[in-house]
């Protein structure tokens, strides 16, 4: 920031006290990457009530339908550093113990009688709440059932009290419910329904189970997505091996662990690393000596800075398009339907993982949102024109954050409307043809099957 002084002229033509005008200077390059502080927003540790821009809109639309895709909580890690103690996590759930919620006791009780309840597949056989008291790989702690509680309360508070989306006798056509077959993501989901409904019936909950974390259901053959994904892969596997740095701390975190530097890159450090963040516990040492805040800030900023590469690439945006559109177009599809005025499936829940939910915001354009943390939603809001009831909108947020504006078939529409939101139709032009656009195709058929020139 440069402070520029000016001398305005007085109307009397005498000259003022000379002032200081602020005038930002746009930075050339890319703000200074802090893993520290990015390790933190990641975490999503619960702690002050959160403010939200969901459920806003002038007084005269109304609210029709919300769709949210949200990330698992806070879990434990998927892969452990070879030859250390397993971070002493517990995943028993107790009211008493930081984080905690004031509905968690309530919920523990309630999702011990979920028998009534109709699960898909083998969601049936998972349990509805962790309770290992060293957590199992991959099981959500209750630090991320915290988190779900206070999601589901935050959106009861504007959809359930506010906008009356659903009512105290709800029917159980009115929620579309799905999750992948991870106890982690089934558990998030029922956390945060159980604060969100005015009234959890388990006799009105049907899960459904979806075998595949990008969402594709029925249209899953597309070879050019995978096409796409091996050469995101290889520009990962490039940026890596020109990181000197990267290489030393690898190769210092293998002595330090006593296994070749290749098996400890393959254990994927920075996921367990992280729980040990999150969870303030201690970094592993041996007798040879200790991980430490250095590791980890290394490995930490090196993930950010790929994924600032990623942005710019566009290899994981094409890869994105194809994964993301079965999903997007079941979304506008359901959208569509209650814009007719279909009264079923006004609130949906979709609970998912960070690959989920990382390609439909770059699918969307949506290129300034940070990596899913723990908790992620991303919401889509259907509005009606109270005024002129056959028009419809969308809002899109993130985290509570309105990046409607921030998509690519909406940036430009604010500069010529009053509206605060967006066209349904840009929505469906964009999933039904304009999606293809860059692939010189008209469907997604032909744009998993066609070759790049």
């Not at 597949?121 to 957590?135: F, K």
């Not at 779900?148 to 929620?175: C, T």
């Not at 940036?411 to 409307?417: A, G, P, T």
């Amino acid at each position: 920031v440069h402070l520029i002084p000016v001398n305005p002229i007085r109307e009397d033509g005498l000259n003022p006290k000379s002032r200081k005008r602020i005038m930002p200077d746009l930075l050339t390059e890319p703000p200074a990457i802090d893993p520290v502080y990015e390790a933190h927003v990641y975490c999503n540790i619960p702690s002050i009530a959160e403010r939200s821009m969901e459920g806003h809109a002038p007084h005269y639309f109304k609210l029709v339908s919300v769709q949210v895709l949200i990330r698992h909580g806070d879990r434990y890690p998927l892969y452990a550093i070879p030859k250390t103690k397993r971070p002493d996590i517990d995943c028993t759930l107790v009211p008493g113990r930081k984080p905690s919620h004031p509905q968690l006791e309530a919920f523990i009780k309630h999702m011990s009688k979920g028998a009534a309840a109709q699960m898909d597949g083998t969601l049936s056989s998972l349990p509805r709440y962790p309770s290992h008291s060293l957590c199992e790989m991959g099981e959500l702690t209750q630090t991320g059932v915290v988190q779900h509680l206070r999601n589901g309360q935050l959106l009861q508070e504007i959809y359930i009290k506010k906008h009356k989306l659903l009512q105290s006798d709800w029917a159980a056509k009115q929620l579309y419910l799905e999750t992948t077959g991870k106890s982690r993501t089934l558990q998030s989901a029922l956390a945060l329904l159980y604060t969100f409904l005015p009234d959890f019936d388990w006799k009105k909950i049907t899960m459904r189970h979806q075998w595949s974390t990008i969402f594709c259901s029925g249209s899953c053959d597309c070879p050019m997505r995978n096409h796409y994904l091996e050469e995101e892969q290889r520009r990962q596997y490039s940026l890596r091996v020109k990181n000197n740095n990267l290489e030393k701390i690898y190769v210092d975190m293998a002595k330090i662990v006593g296994i070749p530097t290749r098996q400890l890159r393959a254990s994927n450090p920075i996921d367990s690393l992280l729980c040990y963040f999150c969870h303030n516990v201690s970094f592993p040492c041996t007798s040879t000596g200790c991980i430490g805040m250095e590791h980890f800030k290394v490995i930490k900023r090196h993930q950010l800075e790929d994924e600032r590469e990623r942005q710019e690439k566009k290899l994981y945006f094409l890869y994105a398009l194809l994964a993301t559109h079965p999903l997007l177009n079941q979304t506008v599809n359901r959208l569509q339907r209650i814009a007719e005025g279909k009264k079923e499936e006004v609130f949906v829940l979709y609970s998912a993982h960070d690959v989920t939910l990382s390609p439909v915001l770059s699918a969307l354009g949506i290129t300034e949102a940070r990596f899913p943390r723990f908790a992620a939603r991303l919401v889509f809001e259907l509005w009606q024109d109270g005024k002129k009831p056959k028009e419809h909108f969308i809002r899109i947020l993130y985290n509570g954050a309105d990046v409607t504006f921030q998509t690519s078939f909406c940036k430009d529409y604010y500069k010529r409307s009053s509206k605060p939101m967006c066209p349904l139709e840009n929505f469906v032009n964009f999933v039904k043809r304009e999606m293809f656009l860059v692939f010189n195709s008209t469907s997604y058929y032909d744009a998993c099957r066609r070759r790049p020139l």
